[in-house]
């Protein structure tokens, strides 16, 4: 069960970088901006960029791990 | 009184049975005509006389039902047989008789004629019908076998069997001849009390004289039913046996018959052998299958290390991109609150005030012309640094 929430909860990448480059694309297309609505989009980039790095690197871990099994 | 064997007295009973006795080692086969039969229904014993055809002397004959069942001959007044006895003397009367094992039909014709009309009358019964024949079993193990131990048969046999684990209980039988009837009836009973998976009863190939213990009617039914499948090498040229004709299946050589046992097996090996071919190759395919994974999975190492590298700098830039966007966005809205602030001050009223203008108001409201107001109204100026109230005239 723990097992099955722990991987629920983990971060996926693929999403991750979607929805970031929604906000960034979003942030492009804006002429007149609205400020408000763009703090709060800063600040959910600011978050997913955060826990993109993290799970990039738990990959790449995870990965050395098994090339060198398998090299 | 002198002990002599020449002189010795004694009884008539002890003379004929010392008689009797000597007179068994006169077994002969003696060929006569039939006469006088007498079958005593319900006893086991029938009489009939056998008479030279050329002076006319005759012997009478006792025969057991039981043998004359065996002999499997119908007599009748007239009918030329050969019969296989010895001689005894009859103790309560003297009377000579022949003591009859076995009977046998003379010549080709009518040994022909009695083939025919048992075959018929079996034929009748459905003993030979193609829907009483049972399978040999697929994989035989255990099989009897009955035959001559002398002669090319047994040893054919055994040379062709295959060595696939047979168990073969051999019973030795003649096979040759009328007399051959007990000898292979004894077999089959033999057999018939033995754990086997098919009998095999054969024979080379000879006269149909010869084969007169195999048109035996008894050793017929003892064959028919027999409770396992029986096959038969049983060789003819011209009339089947009746034997090989009830029997489950019939082949005409010892070669033969070792053939059909070995068949079954000779498939499963060879069927091991596909199976073990392709179970080899299955192997091959998948150890291929494999082989082919592992080179993709060794390539694609390379791939996922650049795809994890090509994410980071995805990652930084979707970072630098927006910290830059809002950053601009922040920039532009400050610049545009300064333009605004700058714009809102040269548009403000009160700057212009300082500049020497002045704004006039009555009754609170904003005079724009002289027709906004009348004689003897209050007006009230305001001007940069305070109010100025005055009256129209």
Redesign the interface.
């Known amino acids: 069960m723990k097992k099955q929430n722990e991987k629920t909860n983990k971060v996926n990448l693929n999403e991750t970088l979607k929805k970031l480059a929604g906000i960034v694309s979003w942030f492009e297309d804006q002429t007149e901006l609205d400020v408000e609505k763009g703090l709060e989009y800063v600040k959910e980039g600011a978050q997913l960029i955060k826990s993109s790095r993290e799970r990039l690197s738990e990959i790449e871990n995870e990965f050395k791990e098994i090339k060198k099994s398998i090299l | 009184m002198e002990k002599n064997a020449n002189t010795e007295i004694i009884s008539v009973s002890e003379y004929l049975d010392k008689l009797n006795l000597n007179l068994k080692g006169q077994k002969a086969k003696i060929i006569g005509e039939v006469t006088g039969v007498q079958e005593y229904p319900g006893r086991s014993y029938l009489y009939f006389s056998i008479k030279d055809s050329k002076d006319g002397s005759t012997m009478k004959c006792f025969m057991w039902k039981r043998d004359f069942a065996i002999s499997g001959v119908a007599l009748r007044d007239g009918l030329e047989v050969v019969v296989t006895a010895f001689p005894s003397v009859y103790k309560p009367n003297g009377g000579l008789t022949l003591q009859v094992e076995l009977v046998e039909l003379v010549g080709e014709g009518a040994l022909q004629i009695a083939y025919e009309k048992l075959k018929k009358k079996l034929e009748l019964e459905g003993l030979f019908s193609a829907e009483r024949k049972r399978n040999l079993p697929e994989y035989p193990h255990k099989i009897g076998v009955i035959t001559s131990k002398s002669g090319a048969v047994i040893n054919d046999f055994l040379t062709n069997i295959g060595k696939f684990g047979f168990e073969i209980l051999f019973v030795d039988s003649k096979v040759e001849g009328q007399d051959a009837v007990k000898d292979l009836l004894s077999a089959v009973e033999t057999l018939r009390k033995e754990d086997i998976d098919v009998l095999v009863i054969m024979r080379g190939g000879g006269s149909l004289e010869s084969f007169q213990a195999f048109n035996n009617e008894v050793l017929i039914r003892a064959v028919a039913s027999f409770p396992v499948p029986v096959l038969t090498g049983i060789g003819h040229d011209k009339d089947a046996p009746l034997v090989s004709m009830v029997s489950d299946k019939n082949v005409s050589t010892p070669t033969a018959v070792a053939n059909i046992l070995n068949s079954s097996w000779n498939d499963a090996v060879h069927k091991v052998n596909m199976s073990e071919e392709k179970i080899l190759s299955q192997f091959e395919k998948l150890f291929e299958t494999f082989r082919r994974a592992e080179d993709t ?2 390539r694609s ?1 390379d791939r ?2 650049s795809s ?1 590298v090509r ?2 700098d ?2 930084s830039v ?2 630098k ?3 830059a ?2 950053s601009g ?2 920039e ?2 400050e610049e545009w609150l300064v333009q605004s602030g700058k714009l809102l001050e040269l548009s403000n009223p009160i700057r212009q005030l300082s500049q020497g203008y002045s704004i006039v108001r009555s009754k609170g409201k904003v005079i724009r012309c002289v027709k906004d107001v009348k004689v003897g109204d209050i007006l009230e100026m305001t001007v940069s640094d305070g109010q100025i109230k005055t009256k129209t005239i």
């Open positions: 999975l060794l190492v996922i290390e994890i994410s980071y995805t990652v979707y970072a991109d927006l910290l966007n809002f966005a922040l532009n809205t």
